[in-house]
């Protein structure tokens, strides 16, 4: 298993520039040839599950098999997109605080007992605020239609 660490994620720089999954899936093809491997099986957990299914519409010859968890092909809801808005502009303001930090968490990693150490590395890995990251989750546009392909 090779997990990549995309744009703006784990020790990944962000992008200044926007960036769609698209181009993150790109990013998954050129990893891929950097490593050599022609074909894999491609998976993702809801971002990586955005990215994955547009590497597969993308690069179809260069997928075996396709594993989704806990993903989609469609937009945020209107109410989840508000409230996601509003976490991001707090964040961008007022800075990473852990009551922010553990809402995140909450949202992404539900009832788990390492939420805290993701809340501490969220705080010091985004000190200035999401960045391109949340812009390319609220941004993305809905892909179902494209998915008999």
């Given at each position: 298993m090779?997990?990549?660490?995309?744009?703006?994620?784990?020790?990944?720089?962000?992008?200044?520039?926007?960036?769609t999954y698209w181009d993150l899936a790109d990013d998954l093809a050129g990893l891929l040839?950097?490593?050599?491997?022609e074909r894999a099986v491609i998976g993702g957990m809801s971002q990586g599950g955005f990215i994955a299914l547009r590497f597969a519409l993308r690069h179809p010859d260069r997928v075996i098999g396709l594993v989704l968890l806990d993903s989609q092909a469609g937009v945020e809801l209107?109410?989840?997109r508000g409230e996601y808005e509003a976490m991001r502009s707090v964040w961008?303001?007022?800075?990473?605080?852990e009551l922010m930090a553990g809402m995140v968490a909450a949202i992404i990693?539900?009832?788990?007992?390492?939420s805290p150490h993701w809340v501490q590395r969220w705080i010091a890995r985004y000190p200035s605020g999401l960045g391109r990251i949340c812009s390319t989750l609220m941004d993305r546009y809905a892909i179902p239609a494209r998915l008999p392909a």
């Open positions: 090779i997990p990549p660490a995309a744009r703006g994620h784990g020790e990944a720089a962000d992008d200044p520039d926007p960036y040839d950097q490593l050599g491997i209107e109410d989840k961008a303001e007022d800075g990473p605080s990693l539900g009832e788990y007992e390492g």
